[in-house]
């Protein structure tokens, strides 16, 4: 997505199916399918009769940073040649054409091409024009087709698109990880530790007169310890809130050590934040 | 996909996330990232702080038919307003934040959003400016992160296409159909039906030495018997090989009815095409 971390010294996939653009008309749709296809690993693209002067400033700058795919890519005049090396081919198309072939979906499609590939085939996926996509010679040539869930009532996709569902459904179909998972800086909160920040807390408002009617009580502490329990707390983020009640409770503390502390966040790690050592004063009892 | 079967008649899907594009600098991207929602059933679009004139002939152009999602797209000075009255919002990013957030990818992060959705709430998705992604304090404000399995070496999707990949796993968390299956025009063929076929045609090729050295026989006829069988034949098929067998062994047959048919698809459905009646002959004993 934009913006994104792209890792240079990490290499781009290799193996997935071969792309195959039949008569492509605009060349910043090539450029784009280039992109796409780096954008999930794949890497080997082949073009069908192109317009003779297709790979021009614009293809090279919708390519975005994907121009190796470009350079590497193979012309050929049809598509029974550009096919020619191949054991298996998925023509894609969005329109049933009484050829009786099997039809899968990305989710099944992206499997069945690894199996493929993993099999040892060398496979393809074949793209048609812009406006009229596919003929239905060209479907002949293929295995099967694949095809997308769209909205029936606006199926027409952009070529590069087309060409972007196919590679994510190949990167889903290798198990590929996300580029990073949740991350936290701090462990959890142990239970104990969430549960004695609640004495504390309660004891302070019970103090304060909080809990009225008294017969109240008992649902208004689950409710606010139930709201406390939705953020998942880490042992940060309960030094936090102690040391937000307690600055609460006592008000203001002059010294210079806080006029400096900028938030818990910057609070050196392994050190303890001062509301800690003060919540015991005020979560005492 | 292109050429696609787009059918008018049928309502565009309602109720998706929104999507909320943050300072998209380029008209195209927005008109591409409103044909992606078409595709996909999306249709609301909010965009924060686009330039002062973005919807212009070129977007227009880029949303290839999705206008109405461009006319009703709403416009907001920041993120804070664009998500005001959201109850649930992702961030899309590529990179890790360091925020601790939950992080999830399309497969994850699309039935989250049916069951929120479902659910009665209402979610949107944000996505960053075409070169820097979201700021820190966007995703701040978002409940948790959506991101891709891209490839790490090449991880900058265009916002368009971050935008398709979104729509895609809606769609396919609604459980959404494929636009057409495997249609037959024949019913498949039954067994014993091959299995005569078969006779017929190792007879015919037994007459004329083709098992040859005879004790070879069995395993001839086993792997030839096989490669019928990967055909998945229907009761046309059959027919139409069983044609095909009786010319060549008994040479051509002058009718005029013979010179006018092209063969077996223009078979009119429910007549038996001559080489089902001459079959007999070949195929008895």
Chains 1, 2 share one sequence.
Not at 221 to 243: A, I, K
């Amino acid at each position: 997505m934009p913006g994104a971390g792209t890792d240079h010294t990490r290499p781009a996939l290799e193996g997935g199916p071969v792309v195959i653009l039949v008569e492509p008309q605009l060349g910043e749709n090539i450029g784009m399918a280039a992109r796409a296809m780096a954008n999930f690993g794949l890497t080997e693209l082949r073009i069908v009769a192109p317009r003779e002067r297709w790979l021009h400033a614009k293809t090279r700058a919708a390519a975005a940073g994907a121009e190796f795919i470009l350079d590497r890519a193979a012309i050929y005049p049809g598509v029974r040649e550009a096919i020619a090396d191949l054991d298996f081919v998925y023509a894609t198309t969005a329109r049933e054409r009484g050829q009786g072939k099997p039809v899968v979906g990305p989710r099944e499609g992206g499997p069945i091409l690894r199996a493929r590939i993993e099999g040892g085939q060398k496979a393809g996926v074949l793209f048609g024009r812009e406006r009229t996509g596919l003929e239905n010679d060209d479907i002949a040539l293929a295995d099967a087709i694949l095809t997308y869930p769209v909205n029936p009532a606006y199926a027409s996709l952009n070529l590069a698109q087309a060409v972007l569902i196919l590679g994510y459904a190949w990167m889903e179909a290798q198990g590929a990880p996300l580029p990073f998972t949740q991350k936290r800086r701090w462990p959890a909160a142990k239970r104990d530790m969430v549960v004695s920040f609640f004495e504390y807390l309660e004891d302070e408002l019970e103090r304060r007169g909080f809990f009225r009617p008294e017969h109240k009580r008992p649902v208004m502490s689950r409710n606010l310890r139930n709201m406390f329990h939705r953020m998942d707390l880490s042992e940060q983020d309960v030094r936090t809130l102690r040391g937000m009640i307690v600055r609460l409770v006592e008000g203001p503390r002059e010294t210079p050590q806080t006029r400096k502390r900028k938030g818990p966040k910057q609070t050196p790690k392994g050190t303890r934040p001062a509301p800690v050592a003060a919540a015991p004063d005020g979560g005492g009892e």
